[in-house]
Structure formats: structure tokens, C-alpha cells
């Protein structure tokens, strides 16, 4: 069964750091991976999503890495706002036929200013 | 394009009653599904659907019921609500083709059962 596991559960940082985010999955037979971003009682944004067949995508201040063969994903964000204070979330689709996204619990990030 | 609507945003119910969470997308996605998001247990898939008149269940689907009369909607279904059902509800359709895929989100429906 797949399992994904966001590190830390929570982060914060002064504003300007550049950080990381984790993900790790258990089974690497994955169709992708999205990251979403989600402000306190909203929904979910996607940020980011990495094709199987890809290393990493990039949009603005935001840079996701994937390596399936190790289960991991990172995000990367550059030059932390006030702004980016949001949970991030994680979530892989497995290659099974049926299966749905898989999500992690997610990163709480708070940048203060 | 108004991407996915979920109504209500909020709604109280008591134990024992039935209610209908609505769930609308104009991007003609053949996949929509449910989720249900509760502190320290992450987003959980409760029922999914792969096009009209095809329905299946997901991770949590008891207490639930859900139909796909039209590539538009899909409705879900608490036929008798619990406490245990308290929680923030998504909807959620895919996009793409072959193996590149992505989801929408709805904003939510925030749910108490009292």
C-alpha cells in the first residue's frame, strides 16, 4: 500500500530563507506527483506537478525535484514571503489501475516578516 | 470556466439526519472523486468516479452514498450523519490524457454533525 510521508510537519523561517520541503512515498511505481499548497480553511492549489518520466519542474520561486527510484520528492522555495504561509501538500498517483491520489499529512510553513 | 464548485461551504447537521454535498465541474473531466480532509489523518479518498453512470468506492466509503447522473456532477451522499462524519470535504476532477494526469480541487464543504 502506498504510504507518503511530508518532513517536517511543520517549519518556520524568517522571511528571505530559501527552504526545503520533503516528501518520501513507498512504492516508486507512480503515474506523477502534485504538490498543492492550502491557506487555512481553503481548498487545495496546485503548485506543481512532476510526470514519472521527469526530474523536476519549476514555476517562479518554486522548484520540485522527483526521484522515483528513491521515493522522494523536495520542494524547493527561494527567497521566503510572509506570503508562501500556507500547508503544503504532497500527493502521488500510483501506476495501479483504480488507484487515486495518495496524500501526505503536509508541511504547516510560517515565514514572519 | 468556473472550474470546480462545491456548495454548501458550511453546513451544521444533527445525528441521524440525510444531506446532499454538491460538487460541479464545467471543464468536462471524465474522473471526479471525493476526499475528506481531518486533522492528523491527511486528505482520504471516500468515493471516485470515472465517468457518467460509473461509481466506486475509495479508502473511507461507509456512510456514504454517491451517483454521476452527468459528466458535470457528483453529488455525495450522508444517508444518516454521524459525529464521526464531522470533517472538511473536497471534490476533486482530473485532467489530462494517457499518463499525464493532474487534479482540481473544490474549495470545500466544511461539515459538523452535532
Known amino acids: 500500500k502506498q504510504e507518503v510521508t511530508q518532513i517536517p510537519a511543520a517549519l518556520s523561517v524568517p522571511e528571505g530563507e530559501n527552504l526545503v520541503l520533503n516528501c518520501s512515498f513507498t512504492d516508486s511505481a507512480i503515474y506523477n506527483l502534485q504538490w498543492f499548497r492550502q491557506d487555512p480553511g481553503k481548498g487545495l492549489t496546485s503548485l506543481l506537478l512532476?510526470?514519472?518520466?521527469?526530474r523536476e519542474q519549476t514555476s517562479g520561486r518554486l522548484n520540485a525535484s522527483l526521484d522515483k527510484s528513491s521515493g522522494r520528492s523536495t520542494l524547493y522555495i527561494a527567497a521566503s514571503q510572509p506570503g508562501d504561509s500556507a500547508t503544503y501538500l504532497c500527493?502521488?498517483?500510483?501506476?495501479?489501475?483504480?488507484?487515486?491520489?495518495?496524500f501526505g499529512k503536509g508541511t504547516t510553513l510560517s515565514v514572519s516578516s | 470556466n468556473a472550474g470546480v464548485t462545491q456548495t454548501p461551504k458550511f453546513q451544521v447537521l444533527k445525528t441521524g439526519q440525510s444531506m446532499t454535498l454538491q460538487c460541479a465541474q464545467d471543464?468536462?473531466?471524465?474522473?471526479m472523486s471525493w476526499y475528506r480532509q481531518d486533522p492528523g489523518m491527511g486528505l482520504r479518498l471516500i468515493h471516485y468516479s470515472v465517468g457518467a453512470g460509473i461509481t466506486d468506492q475509495g479508502e473511507v466509503p461507509n456512510g456514504y452514498n454517491v451517483s454521476r447522473s452527468t459528466t458535470e456532477d457528483f453529488p455525495l451522499r450522508l444517508l444518516s450523519a454521524a459525529p464521526s462524519q464531522t470533517s472538511v470535504y473536497f471534490c476533486a476532477s482530473r485532467w489530462g490524457t494517457g499518463r499525464h494526469y493532474g487534479y482540481t480541487f473544490g474549495s470545500g464543504t466544511r461539515l459538523t454533525v452535532v
Open positions: 471543464m468536462n473531466h471524465e474522473y
Open positions: 500527493a502521488v498517483r500510483s501506476n495501479q489501475a483504480g488507484t487515486a491520489l495518495i
Open positions: 512532476i510526470q514519472s518520466s521527469q
